[in-house]
T-cell receptor, first 116, second 110 residues
Framework: EAEVAQSPRYKITEKSQAVAFWCDPI?????LYWYRQILGQGPELLVQ????????DSQLPKDRFSAERLKGVDSTLKIQPAELGDSAMYLC??????????????FGEGSRLTVL | RKEVEQDPGPFNVPEGATVAFNCTYS??????FFWYRQDCRKEPKLLMS???SGNEDGRFTAQLNRASQYISLLIRDSKLSDSATYLC???????????FGTGTRLTIIP
């Protein structure tokens, strides 16, 4: 079982509804990532935090997606309104500060979103 | 052009065979390279780093060719448990952002 906790594991929603995903990284990990993985593709970075600060959100569709990590620990990713194309696995990952350069990210089991 | 490209496969290989697949990257500023493994419906996990001099971990060998901008993964004496998707990952200098390829799906056949 992954040490990075994510919830919910599965979410089915109708388009135009709001959706939220939660992630609790490994204790002490300064860097937190949200990735989106569409079936048959590799994970795509949406947002990267270092502590509570956003380091990279260049690929985050900001008109509908938002992410926060207010206290530099757990994080929430929100989609409003959800669209059909948002159906994917949303993966949270964490690493100790500087560890990202060594390539080892610790992923949660993911939150699978289906938009109807 | 995608920053990291892989042949999606699938590669269907008999047990005990040797299989190799490559990954190409477009940005010459890419600094670090890794292979991740992702089992069906599971999260990705780091398999191994790829060093300039090449490196080996048991039946797995990873190599980097900076001149041609590709990395490779070789699996010898393949096992049924090697069936998974193998993701190529690169980072840029001074950046902790990991960019993933689309993955290569491998199935080992008994």
């Amino acid at each position: 079982e992954a040490e990075v906790a994510q919830s919910p594991r599965y979410k089915i929603t109708e388009k135009s509804q709001a959706v939220a995903f939660w992630c609790d990284p490994i204790s002490g990990h300064a860097t937190l990532y949200w990735y989106r993985q569409i079936l048959g593709q590799g994970p795509e970075l949406l947002v990267q935090f270092q502590d509570e600060s956003v380091v990279d959100d260049s690929q985050l569709p900001k008109d509908r997606f938002s992410a926060e990590r207010l206290k530099g620990v757990d994080s929430t990713l929100k989609i409003q309104p959800a669209e059909l194309g948002d159906s994917a696995m949303y993966l949270c990952a964490s690493s100790p500060l500087g560890q990202g350069k060594t390539g080892e990210l610790f992923f949660g089991e993911g939150s699978r979103l289906t938009v109807l | 052009r995608k920053e990291v490209e892989q042949d999606p496969g699938p590669f269907n290989v008999p047990e005990g065979a040797t299989v190799a697949f490559n990954c190409t990257y477009s940005n010459s500023a890419s600094q670090s390279f890794f292979w991740y493994r992702q089992d069906c419906r599971k999260e990705p996990k780091l398999l191994m780093s790829v060093y300039s001099s090449g490196n080996e971990d048991g039946r797995f060998t990873a190599q980097l060719n900076r001149a041609s901008q590709y990395i490779s993964l070789l699996i010898r004496d393949s096992k049924l448990s090697d069936s998974a998707t193998y993701l190529c990952v690169v980072t840029r200098f001074g950046n902790e952002k990991l960019t993933f390829g689309t993955g290569t799906r491998l199935t080992i056949i008994p």
